[in-house]
């Protein structure tokens, strides 16, 4: 007989590419939501908007994000004051000391989302190349974010949401379905949804 989900609060992982911005800002909101939640990005390195399109600020991911911090103050700090992204960090370092990589975490959760299809594929694809040892499902969801401030701030709202229905949910293997058609329609973005084993 499956548990009900609402007895122990879901073990909930939110990834975008760098653990910056969509990723961070979900952690945030979820955590303050009473959620047990991890963040992660799957890139090689950290990147963070430069003076230009081209000239990114690219970090490795055991940079703490005050380390960040400090280094684009001395570049330019009215720059990245203005563009919002000390700030960022500033919120960063209060939840966590760092991006953390998915690829290189082996918790288990119930729940990962994902904020762009490339990152979705890629959670997929190293969840799948795993050694299976306990079996127990957990379920992918992409979500599709823009990688900016506001789109960050409404999309983690969204993923916070769909968090407490599926919470409140009595079998969440045969409701997800269900729940993200709802979802859909509500928020007018197409959701993908799969399920790996660990």
């Known amino acids: 007989m499956a548990a009900a989900m609402s007895t122990l609060p879901l073990r909930v992982a939110v990834v975008c590419s760098s653990n910056q911005n969509r990723s961070m800002e979900a952690h945030n909101i979820l955590n303050k939501r009473g959620f047990i939640v991890r963040s992660f990005g799957t890139g ?21 994000y005050d380390q960040m911090y400090n280094d684009l103050v001395r570049k330019d700090k009215d720059l990245y004051t203005q563009n919002g992204i000390l700030h960022m960090l500033d919120r960063n370092k209060r939840i966590k000391p760092r991006p953390e990589r998915f690829q290189n975490c082996r918790d288990i959760f119930d729940l990962i989302l994902t904020c762009e299809e490339r990152v979705y594929d890629q959670v ?70 799969t399920v790996c084993f660990y």
């Open 44 to 64: 090689t390195h950290v990147k963070l908007p430069g003076p230009a399109p081209d000239k990114p600020n690219v970090y490795d991911f055991k940079t703490t």
């Open 124 to 193: 997929v694809e190293d969840l799948t190349s795993r050694e299976q040892e306990t079996c127990q499902p957990v379920h992918v969801i992409n979500v599709d974010i823009q990688d900016n401030l506001e789109e960050a701030t409404l999309g983690a709202f969204l993923i916070c949401e769909l968090c407490q229905c599926i919470q409140h949910t009595d079998d969440i293997d045969n409701d997800i379905d269900e729940l993200l058609q709802e979802f859909e329609e509500k928020s007018g973005r197409a959701f993908l949804h």
